[in-house]
């Protein structure tokens, strides 16, 4: 991710590899890390069983909170498309008993529909 996308907040992909050493006390057995996305410091984690969210807080990062939302649980979600002069995308997800979506934005340079494309492959099975 460069310098101006962090600043800008927007996501990237990241490593598979790297989730799966930095999150490995968090995963079920069985349970493998598809793809992810870090967002400055927080991360969109796609699993086969599960989307997690994390969110690390404070100056340092030390405290983090990690939300573990199973696919059936989301009811719908959206992408926007990057625009000529808006450079990033964004991605809203509903959960059921939340009446407010997840949203996460994402730079121009990232395929939103590959991460859509991840998402559905989950949640319409």
Known sequence: MGLFDALMGNASEISVAEVNR?????????????????????????????????????VTGKKVEVHSIPYRSITHFSVETAGNFDLES?????????????????SKGLNIYEVQ???????LK
Do not use: C, H
């Not at 494309?117 to 949640?123: D, G, Q, R």
């Open 90 to 106: 964004e991605l809203k997800i509903w959960v059921s008993g939340k009446a407010e979506p997840f949203e996460k934005t994402f």
């Open 117 to 123: 494309s991840v998402l559905a492959s989950y949640v």
């Open 22 to 58: 930095e999150f490995a006390a968090i995963m079920a057995p069985e349970e493998r890390v598809e793809k992810a996305y870090k967002l400055i410091r927080d991360l969109l984690i796609f699993t086969n069983r599960r989307l997690i969210l994390v969110d690390k807080q404070g």
